[in-house]
């Protein structure tokens, strides 16, 4: 899929661990699979994803250090404001 993109740029590719509550299912995902959202605070700061075994779409809260992971690894980040 992506490897056809591979070369272009000088960065490694990053899979991150994750599980599915759902079916309980564990894989590695890519960069680009994920989502990090950053709200105001830790409580509002999450990342999601979709299973790619059942579909579900997942979120889970992200703390300080896993939002320096995602992003450091080409996350992309939604920063959140009040806009609702
Ligand atoms: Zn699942």
């Known amino acids: 899929m ?3 993109f591979a070369g272009m ?15 309980r ?8 699979a994920l989502r990090l959202a950053i709200g105001a605070t830790s409580r509002t700061t999450f990342y999601s994803f979709v299973c790619p075994d059942c579909g579900s779409s ?4 992200a703390g300080e250090r896993i939002v320096e992971l995602l992003t450091g690894g080409g996350v992309r980040t ?6 609702l």
């Open 9 to 23: 740029r000088n960065v490694t590719p990053v899979t991150f661990r994750a599980g599915c509550p759902d079916c």
């Open 25 to 32: 299912g564990r894989f590695e995902l890519a960069a680009s």
């Open 78 to 83: 939604l920063r959140l404001h009040s806009t």
């Open 58 to 61: 997942v979120r889970k809260p």
């Open 2 to 4: 992506a490897a056809a």
